[in-house]
Nanobody, 123 residues
Framework: QVQLVESGGGLVQAGGSLRLSCAAS????????MGWFRQPPGKEREFVAG????????FYADSVKGRFTISRDNAQSTVYLQMNSLKPEDTAVYYC????????????????WGQGTQVTVSS
């Protein structure tokens, strides 16, 4: 089994920054690809960013490209999401997730999920 625990969410003003962390424990070798998703209020969960095992490949939703950066530290079994230039529309519950293969954007390809952390951006 794999456990994922997110942290770092909070309230920030528009234009500000936050850094989310996702600590993995358990059989982390089953998670070569890690991703971040978010679910805005009243909307469906959406892909934000993903990263390969080595960190050499990253991919982003168009809405966050150039503002968010995903990274990972395999020695610490931790994945990060640096969020800059935050906008009110970035307000959501953010989830990290693990996928056993590929570089997927669809949530169905991820089989391990954290409990989520709330990010609120005020205008």
């Amino acid at each position: 089994q794999v456990q994922l625990v997110e942290s770092g969410g909070g309230l920030v003003q528009a234009g500000g920054s936050l850094r989310l962390s996702c600590a993995a424990s358990g059989r982390t070798f089953n998670l070569p690809t890690m991703g971040w998703f978010r679910q805005p209020p009243g909307k469906e969960r959406e892909f934000v960013a993903g990263i390969s095992w080595s960190g050499s490949m990253t991919f982003y939703a168009d809405s966050v490209k150039g503002r968010f950066t995903i990274s990972r530290d395999n020695a610490q079994s931790t994945v990060y999401l640096q969020m800059n230039s935050l906008k009110p529309e970035d307000t959501a519950v953010y989830y990290c997730a693990g996928s056993p293969a590929g570089l997927p954007r669809r949530s169905s390809a991820y089989n391990y999920w954290g409990q989520g952390t709330q990010v609120t951006v005020s205008s």
